[in-house]
């Protein structure tokens, strides 16, 4: 387990320096208008006791093209009994943007408040996975010419064997208070791709997380603002069904 941690913390070191040096360099390449992040806010509970606070902040030069973009991203999460886990996650990337929408690929490194203690047991196995590790993720956006909306994105965490990930469509159904009113649907899963653990030098198999989610999602959305809500049905791996609700939040610069 020593091995593994110090493994762990490594990878950290290099992904940490990666995203410093490349955020130097696109801070130094591009204007002052186009260094205003993107910043989404995420607010999500359940009836199983799980609830996450989300900020995200991410930078990338303006235009059509291929751009480099960086970021940070971190959350709260708070399950039944009390426990918490406090992630953040700094990460960089590559997007192909059109005027349509856009492809984005990443790599980050998230620290988990809540990780393995190297002495067997791990933390909260939720949403990014119990363990600090490196993460890699893709993100593809499509607007077109505003009438629907189509998103789909992963996250992996290496440490973990962890993935969380999202399809969403959404379309406009009416304007409303100087934006468009868009009505839609999600669809989430996030759990263990990998059912074994290392004890004692030995794979050893181990109960994992895997959640579904199923909902509808209602958005008001402008050039500068999108807001949404959200909820439905979540099934859990061996757990009973139960349901769950988000606010979420995006600005977007001008």
Known sequence: MERNAYIRRAAGAVALGSALALSALVCAAAPASAQMPTLTFVGETGGDDVSLLLGSASFSAD???????????????????????VTVEPWVGLRQRWNTGFLQGKVGYAWKSADDNDEGTTGIPLFGGGESGVVVGGHAEYWGDGSMGLQGIGSYNTASSFLWSRARATFGVAPWSGGTLALGGDLVWQGHLDDDTEIG????????YEALQIGPILQWQSDRLIGGLGGGWKKIRDADDTWYFKVELTLIPG
Do not use: C, H
């Not at 235009?63 to 886990?85: M, N």
């Not at 030098?201 to 994992?208: D, F, K, L, S, Y």
């Open 201 to 208: 030098g030995i794979e050893q198999p181990v109960n994992t």
């Open 63 to 85: 235009g059509v093209g291929l751009k480099p973009v960086f970021g940070l991203t971190s959350y709260l999460l708070t399950v039944d009994g009390g426990d918490t886990d």
